[in-house]
């Protein structure tokens, strides 16, 4: 579709949806916006939970067994996790959200210029309507004084009480008002001409170059949306690779428990056993 020719008569209308189209694109950059706050805050609350889980000095013992030592493993590879999120909301915040930013000043910017050069040009045509429509009344007035003194003229000429002075002096005005109707009968022609030719101008070329103008804003928009999405997109695909090594690592650490190590416990109190057994006395003494 071709706005320029096709329509030609919607110039509110298209006023109208190239500014709801920069509204949807400030939407949007909102969305944008409020998904990295949204990548940040979860990123730092898995931070702040692999923190308060690490395991504790007291602990550490318990971390011989294989469930803990996964669950350390776990938790590590929770925090490259919530690292990726902090990368995918600051690539976010640098390839969309500043860039969708300036985008959308630069397209108020440009569609302020195009709306002013349509408010001109609808003032020109408006301009030469005006002028049209006064030439027009000019000379109405002109054609009805005209008429009047053409009449006043006969009406002296066949009074015959009227000396012939009267008569010329009637005579004059009928040529005076008869010259500035056909005066004021040309200018109206002109007035006439100049006003089609404008009227063509306007609606054939001036108005239909402001209306492409927009069209391409408007197709620059949704080009950029369209491109913004995708580069969404590629954000996080670009942190997928260490996202599954993430949960490669969460799985092999899964995977690493050995649930036959119920015996170990039962192991380790027979050795605790052996060395709390109080020796005999003169067992130190064959040392000396």
Known sequence: MNWGT???DQYDNLAAHTQKGI???DKYGNFVKERCAIELE???KLRRLVKNYQPKRKEEDE???TACKAFRQLLQELGDFAGQREVVAENLQSNVVRELHLLAKELREERKQHLNEGAKQMTVLHTAIGSLDRARRAYERAARESERALEAFQRADADLNLSR???EKQKANMKLRSQACEDAKHEYADQLRKTNEAQRQHYEQR???VFKQLQDLDEKRIKNIKNFMLSSVDVERKVFPIIMQ???GMEQAANSINEKEVNCPRETLKILVVLLIVLPANYYYCFN
Do not use: I, K, R, T
Request: with cysteine; hydrophobic share 45%.
């Open 246 to 248: 993430c949960l490669d």
């Open 207 to 209: 108005l239909p170059h």
């Open 165 to 167: 002075a009267e008569v």
């Open 63 to 65: 971390y011989q067994y």
């Open 23 to 25: 509204e949807f694109l």
């Open 42 to 44: 979860y990123a730092g």
């Open 6 to 8: 096709e329509l030609w």
